[in-house]
């Protein structure tokens, strides 16, 4: 059987525990949108995040993070059927890959 190359180091892809897992990525995102970094480089994605759960709740948000990190859906349309725009779905994934990003960079991971 062929290696399959996974779009994301997320761990539900690679399988590799030294990956974070997308409950991780979905916790910091909830993180970041209940306590946004003030003066930080990437704030703007904290208070983004913070401005789509309150607008989509969590598991909507969770929901589209697990549809693009793990089963591979386009940003877009990872927002099917959860009355959310699309480009609410680009935001979301945008966000997510860099905290998934910044999470594997961490030693802990």
Known sequence: MPDIESNYDVREQTGNPE???????VDLVIHRAQNPRAGHEDAHFDTAVAAL?????TESVRT???????DDEP????TNGL????VD????GTAASW?????NAQDDY
């Open 75 to 78: 940003f877009r349309t990872a």
């Open 19 to 25: 990956h974070a897992s997308v409950d991780d990525v």
């Open 89 to 92: 779905g680009v935001r979301i």
């Open 64 to 70: 589209v993070i697990h549809r693009i990190l793990v």
């Open 53 to 57: 759960v309150d607008r989509y709740g």
């Open 83 to 86: 009355e959310m725009r699309n």
């Open 99 to 103: 905290f998934l990003e910044e999470l």
